[in-house]
């Protein structure tokens, strides 16, 4: 994903999605009674979800940290909303081995939309997540593809020689969780074994309908990370080949001889995970926190 513009411009499902999760689960955050939250979200991308949904939600006196594994995608954040006050964007891949110290157990609250199924070690991601929470206490909010028709076309697409050479890897930009027969509780498991004893996972089953042939071509170009290894010139060849193998799933309705009137289904399986860290105690001493350091680095 590190065409930020196009992304910007052509996320409808994660927009969609984050939108109505956040609503639902608005009153379940726990907001602190001063108002000095401090909210770090996990694959922020462009931006837009971020400043669209989640900051309306959060006190106004609130800190937020959008984060993401690409630069690309930091730097056209940063510079499109260069104007927030008490916003940053930073560089931050969530599966990396050790979180950069000046942002571990700085956080109340943690988001994550459409970004843990990028990541292959889901455990080490909800270990970096739980501390990246406060040491007396915080919460997550995490929504991520357990399964989605666009993996399937992946793998197809990987066994023709024309495209084979550029998706060697193929697997690693499957979720982790697509395979599973019971994935709320596998990712349930690794909940539990991080240390989010508190927590709760749905995995839902939804449907988006994308209008039009340009409209599937421009999300995808926004997404597959396989067209930035190949020429330019070779993109409108894969995009042509990727519908024909959607239309040859049966996840095309509309008029078959004219690409604005054709309609894309996507059936895919959501998780949607909220979860809480208790307060760490150590000798009934509650250990105290690093949430001051970060209000002096955003101020």
Known sequence: MNQASLYQNANQVQRHDAKLILEEFASTLQWRSDGEDALLDVGSGSGNVLM?????????????????????????????????????????????????????????????????????????????????LRPEGGDCLLVFLASNPVYEVYKILQLNEKWSAYMQDVEQFISPLHYSSTPGEEFSQLLNEVGFIQHNVEIRSEVFVYEGVRTLKDNVKAICPFLERMPAALHEDFLDDFIQIVISMNLQQGDQHKDQDKKFISPYKLVVAYARKSPDIVNNVMIETAHQKLLKGLN
């Open 52 to 132: 669209d949904f989640v900051k309306p939600l959060m006190p106004q006196g609130a800190q937020l940290v959008g984060t993401d594994i690409s630069s690309q995608m930091v730097g056209f954040a940063s510079k499109h909303y260069q104007t927030e006050e008490r916003t940053q964007f930073r560089v931050l891949d969530i599966g990396c081995k050790r979180l950069p110290q000046e942002l571990s157990g700085s956080f109340d609250h943690v988001t994550s939309f459409y970004c843990l199924h990028w990541v292959q070690n889901l455990r080490r991601a909800l270990g970096n997540i739980y501390d990246l």
